[in-house]
C-alpha cells in the first residue's frame, strides 16, 4: 500500500548510543519532515526537506541529524542518545501543495 | 511566528450528542488550517483542511470546521458522536504556500466518548 514507512516501530537504547531511524515513501512526495510527539506538547518539528538535496531545522533541531538520501528517504539520526530523547517519532510527507501523510511512528526509550 | 492554541486538553461527551473542539490560532500573515485525528498507537490522519474558499470546511467522518478569520479560530464540529471518535485531535497551521516548511501543531485535544 502506498504511504510512509517507518522504522523500527520500537527501540530502546542506552544514554550516549546512537541509532538512525528510517523512513520512506513511495508516492513521490516532494518534502519530508521528522517530528517528535511527547505528552502534552502535540507534535514539533525536528527537521525537514522541502525537496531532495536539501534540509532545514525545524524547532527542536538539537542532537539530531538527517540525511535525505534521495526523494524517497528521510533519516533521522541520534549520535548519543539522551533520556530527553525519549518521544514517540512521526516521519510525514507531502506533495507540492497540502497533503501531509504521517507514518505510523516509531516509540524510542532512551535508559 | 504562527503558534496554535487549543483550549481544552480533554473533552468529555456523550454518546450521539454534539461535540466541538476549539482551535484558535495566531499569525501575521494568510494561513492555511488543518484538523488531525490520532487513534491509539497509531499516526495522524488529516481529517479535514482550509486552504481557501468557503469557510465551511467538511471532512471526513461527519466532521466540519469553520474558519473564522475575525476571531482567528478555526473549530472543529460533529453533530453526533460516535464511540469510535474516541481519539486525540490536533490543529494545525502553516504559513507557507506549499507547506513545505512544516505544520505547526497544536497540543491537542482528548475527545472522550461516554456511553
Known amino acids: 500500500n502506498a504511504g510512509v514507512t517507518q522504522t523500527p516501530k520500537f527501540q530502546v537504547l542506552k544514554t550516549g548510543q546512537s541509532m538512525t531511524l528510517q523512513c520512506a515513501q513511495d508516492?513521490?512526495?516532494?518534502?519530508m519532515y521528522w517530528y517528535r510527539q511527547d505528552p502534552g506538547m502535540g507534535l514539533r518539528l525536528i527537521y525537514y526537506s522541502a525537496s531532495e538535496g536539501t534540509t532545514d531545522k525545524g524547532e527542536v533541531p538539537n542532537g539530531y541529524n538527517v540525511s535525505r538520501l534521495n526523494k524517497r528517504e528521510f533519516s533521522l539520526r541520534l549520535e548519543s542518545a539522551a533520556p530527553s530523547q525519549t518521544s514517540v517519532y512521526f516521519c510525514?510527507?507531502?506533495?507540492?501543495?497540502?497533503?501531509?501523510?504521517f507514518g505510523s511512528g516509531t516509540r524510542l526509550t532512551v535508559v | 511566528a504562527q503558534s496554535v492554541t487549543q483550549l481544552d486538553s480533554q473533552v468529555p461527551v456523550f454518546e450521539e450528542a454534539p461535540v466541538e473542539l476549539r482551535c484558535n490560532y495566531s499569525?501575521?500573515?494568510?494561513?492555511?488550517l488543518f484538523w488531525y485525528v490520532q487513534y491509539p498507537n497509531q499516526g495522524l490522519q488529516l481529517l479535514l483542511k482550509?486552504?481557501?474558499?468557503?469557510?465551511l470546511v467538511k471532512g471526513i467522518n461527519g466532521f466540519e470546521a469553520e474558519f473564522n478569520k475575525s476571531q482567528t479560530s478555526f473549530h472543529l464540529r460533529k453533530p453526533s458522536v460516535h464511540i469510535s471518535d474516541t481519539a486525540e485531535y490536533f490543529c494545525a497551521v502553516s504559513e507557507s504556500g506549499g507547506g513545505a516548511d512544516g505544520l505547526t501543531f497544536g497540543k491537542g485535544t482528548h475527545l472522550i466518548i461516554q456511553p
Open positions: 508516492m513521490n512526495h516532494n518534502s
Open positions: 482550509y486552504l481557501s474558499g468557503s469557510t
Open positions: 499569525s501575521s500573515v494568510s494561513v492555511y
Open positions: 510525514a510527507s507531502t506533495p507540492v501543495y497540502y497533503g501531509y501523510t
